[in-house]
């Protein structure tokens, strides 16, 4: 292989990221770790609350316009040639590791990966053993056999493949070879870790898990990201990172030096500027580390406070609106977020299960050195942010109907969790799942209103014990996410309108009643009232993968007495 591969750098993020498998033409490749990557080639992104948030001293952006910036592995090594059917590995059939090609077949075809692949719940992957599957005992290294994989044509199912074998032994086909216990008599996980390579095996006591190649399972990405705010998103805090690397040693930087550094500025910035901003980095960098909670409260409290379009270059500005008259009594605050800027570090992933912001025991490494950098990208966009009454959501909360509900979700969650035996799933936060589907019915009505798809459009939760808020942004790569169409719903009228329209529509399900009456939907059963008729939207959109909602807490049910017991019930009513 020439070169590898070609990704944007967002899908180094969230699609092909490191210990992730990139499809190209007729082969696979897995992204190896940071350790190997052009770091020279990767432009810094200034971002210090995340930064710090994750324990690093930079984010950068994935190396590009280079070739091979990025190495790539061939996986999985197994392959099979279209002609003559024979498996094995690249170099059992091409005799030469680069070459893809079929050594025995005239026409030379290109082999193809084999279909499935195996893992476990701690990240580690390899190769499916399809010498053992067939023989039944492990290869001694000896062994001279012809093995083929033959497709009978009549489906595409897994029961179609057989495997045979120039030894005679009878043949067998894959069926069978995904249960969960299908390799469980061939002893434990290997703990191969092929993205950092073959050196960095661990011992693991998992039994692994086969899957098809392309599943959705197969890779994770575990991402957090924060919005730029005050004093980072200023002019002033931009010119400083652009000079970190001097500034950051106070004893290496002269009077003469700062002279010099604040006439590059061209009069925008003074000296005094300039240290005052120093002196704020460093008292920073040794604060104690930031956690999500942390990082969300900040940018509430930026969100809420404002900020006007005077500052020159701001990465953030954020306008308040008047209410309109008829807005629900819930609604505290509306902001035109004209610009903002986010951006995404990837921290880890993980295989088989999702993880959240709390799972990081269970998060694979991304380099087998401890590295001081993490990649990320940065996206420009505009949304709506919307604060509503924490006061009035906590005691609504407290309600039988809303605690009904919270135990309903728990139970359904709790029950999955020992089925499938996972760890218990955290206590559900009744007033974040009634936060998270207003949020997914905004979503809805302004991919209507705005003329955006529902794709572009992102959440951010902002819910915590004296905060509730919700915003909706087009943060993206491409130029959808900064035409202004969603910030302009934020006019007083036009959100008054697209609220009530909103929840007037979502009220009602094309699956009702049986959506309405559901007592647990979704991914590991962790929605009440939600589908794909309803409030489900693209898991792009969602920060939570589609789980914990229930379309119920906001416009009660049909039983007797719940009918107004909904946030917006009395409002719909009105």
């Not at 009035?392 to 109907?401: G, I, N, R, V």
Request: aromatic share 6%; hydrophobic share 40%; net charge negative.
């Amino acid at each position: 292989m020439k070169y590898g591969p070609k990704a944007r750098r967002s899908q180094l993020l969230s699609t092909y990221g490191i210990g992730g498998l990139f499809p190209s033409e007729s082969t696979s490749y897995m992204i190896v770790g940071l350790d190997e990557w052009r770091v020279g080639r990767a432009p810094v992104i200034s971002e210090p609350r995340l930064a710090r948030s994750l324990g690093v001293q930079e984010l950068k952006s994935p190396p590009a316009g280079g070739k091979n910036d990025i190495p790539v592995i061939r996986f999985p090594v197994t392959q099979v040639c279209p002609a003559c059917r024979r498996i094995g590995s690249v170099y059992d059939l091409s005799k030469d590791w680069n070459v893809a090609t079929c050594a025995s077949c005239p026409s030379k075809d290109d082999l193809t990966p084999f279909r499935l692949i195996v893992a476990c719940t701690r990240g580690h992957v390899g190769e499916f053993p399809y010498w053992r599957w067939l023989h039944g005992r492990p290869s001694t290294g000896d062994d001279k056999h012809l093995m083929t994989l033959t497709a009978l044509g009549r489906t595409s199912s897994l029961a179609d493949l057989v495997l045979k074998c120039s030894c005679g032994v009878a043949p067998r086909s894959l069926e069978g070879s995904t249960t969960p216990k299908a390799l469980a008599e061939f002893g434990f996980c290997r703990g191969d870790r092929p993205w950092l390579g073959p050196d960095h095996k661990q011992d693991c006591t998992e039994i692994p898990k086969v899957l098809q190649r392309g599943a959705s399972n197969v890779w994770f990405p575990a991402v957090r990201s924060a919005i730029s705010i005050p004093p980072y998103s200023e002019a002033l805090a931009k010119f400083v990172d652009r000079h970190w690397v001097v500034l950051k040693d106070p004893e290496a930087i002269t009077d003469k030096g700062l002279d010099n550094l604040a006439g590059s500025s061209k009069g925008r910035f003074s000296v005094v500027d300039i240290k005052h901003e120093v002196d704020r980095r460093l008292g920073e960098t040794h604060g104690s580390p930031l956690d999500e909670a942390a990082l969300r409260r900040q940018e509430f409290n930026a969100l809420v406070e404002g900020r006007v379009d005077d500052v020159l270059d701001s990465d953030f500005v954020c306008i308040p609106m008047e209410l309109a008259g008829d807005l629900p009594k819930l609604v505290t605050e509306v902001r035109k977020v004209t610009r903002l800027r986010e951006v995404r570090a990837l921290r880890g992933f993980s295989r088989l299960e999702g993880t959240g912001d709390d799972g990081t025991e269970t998060l694979c490494a991304l380099s087998h050195s401890v590295e001081h950098w993490l990649p990320a990208v940065e996206v420009i966009g505009e949304g709506i942010f919307v604060a509503f009454d924490h006061h009035a959501l906590a005691s609504w909360a407290e309600k039988p109907f809303a605690q009904h509900r919270r135990m309903m979700l728990d139970k359904a969650a709790k029950r999955m969790a020992a089925e499938t035996r996972r760890p218990e799933p955290l206590t559900v936060d009744i007033v974040r799942v009634a936060m998270h589907t207003l949020a997914h019915v905004i979503i809805d009505q302004l991919s209507l209103d705005a003329g955006y798809p529902a794709a572009s459009l992102r959440e951010r939760l902002y819910v915590g014990s004296d905060s509730a808020g919700i915003l909706v942004y087009t943060a993206s790569s491409d130029s959808a996410g900064s035409l202004g169409g969603v910030a302009s719903q934020a006019d007083p009228d036009r959100f008054a309108s697209a609220l009530r329209e909103g929840l007037t529509r979502l009220s009602w399900c094309s699956a009702d009643p049986v959506c309405i009456e559901s007592t647990g939907s979704g991914v590991d059963a962790l929605n009440l009232a939600a589908c794909h008729a309803c409030v489900l939207v693209p898991e792009t959109s969602c920060e939570l993968n589609n789980t914990f909602l229930d379309r119920a807490l906001l416009f009660g049910t049909h039983d007797l007495g719940e009918e107004s017991e909904g946030l917006f019930s009395d409002y719909l009513n009105n």
